[in-house]
């Protein structure tokens, strides 16, 4: 399940020759930067005057693609058809938004790529990762990219540690994964297809497709009034 095609449905994503036939899903954000430089570049959209793009001429969005005020696209960078980029994102250099996507407010993107339909919600950080599918993050989710140690960034999987050659590599996600709010995703973290993650999570490694991942703590709840209450009568 570490394959591009095990994880993500490429068979309509417009971008589909990043990823080789044998190779490993994140080898596509290798070939992103090359990919990029070749690319033929245009804006198809009028784009707003408290909008901001670096590197215009190797910046392509495409039609019916909205961008919110305050934006700053630093390209090159592909952005797709009738994507929302809403007020205050940062798409920093080296970035594919596919069609339909949306990047939320405060949300900043670096060296990713987004299939159609996938959703940065207001406040996460996409770094050096890649989001299937119809993929949600909700509010605050974190996909980190670098490890506290600088090492190289290990993939552990069936009792296998693979090497990625890659210092610095977030989460791969599988398509139709939703990932609850302010859980932070480790480096090299991966997730198969249609699973569920709950908020307020901290996780890393493989994980299955069609997996739930939840808390086991137990929350307690009292009641504030029987509180104060006893501390009346003593």
């Known amino acids: 399940m570490l394959h591009g095609r095990d994880l993500f449905s ?13 190779g490993f899903a994140w080898d596509a954000l290798r070939s992103l930067i090359s990919y990029l430089d070749v690319f033929p570049h245009k804006i198809e959209i009028d784009i707003p005057e408290n909008v901001y793009l670096e590197n215009k ?3 392509s969005i495409g039609k019916g693609t909205t961008i919110g005020p305050g934006v700053l696209i630093q390209g090159p960078c592909i952005i797709g058809k009738h994507c ?7 798409l920093r250099p080296h970035v594919i938004l596919g069609d339909h996507c949306l990047v939320g ?18 406040l996460c950080y996409v770094g050096d990762s890649i989001l299937g599918k119809k993929v949600n993050l909700g509010a ?4 980190s990219n670098f490890r506290l140690d600088a090492k190289e960034i290990m993939i552990h999987h069936e009792e296998k540690k693979i090497e990625t050659r890659l210092r610095k590599l977030g989460a791969i996600v599988g398509d139709l994964v939703h990932v609850g709010c302010n859980t932070v995703l480790n480096p090299g973290t991966v997730i198969g297809k249609e699973s569920l993650i709950y908020p307020l999570l901290n996780i890393g490694g493989v994980i299955a497709a069609n ?9 307690t709840v009292e009641s504030a009034a029987e509180k104060l209450l006893e501390k009346l009568l003593k």
């Open 10 to 22: 490429l068979e309509s994503f417009a971008h589909s020759i990043l990823w080789k036939k044998n």
């Open 140 to 143: 605050g989710v974190k996909c």
């Open 105 to 122: 407010h405060g949300t900043e993107v670096k060296h990713s790529i987004f299939l159609d339909e996938a959703v940065a919600a207001h």
């Open 211 to 219: 997996s739930k991942v939840k808390s086991t703590r137990d929350w």
């Open 57 to 59: 001429e190797s910046i």
């Open 84 to 90: 929302k980029i809403q007020h205050g994102a940062f």
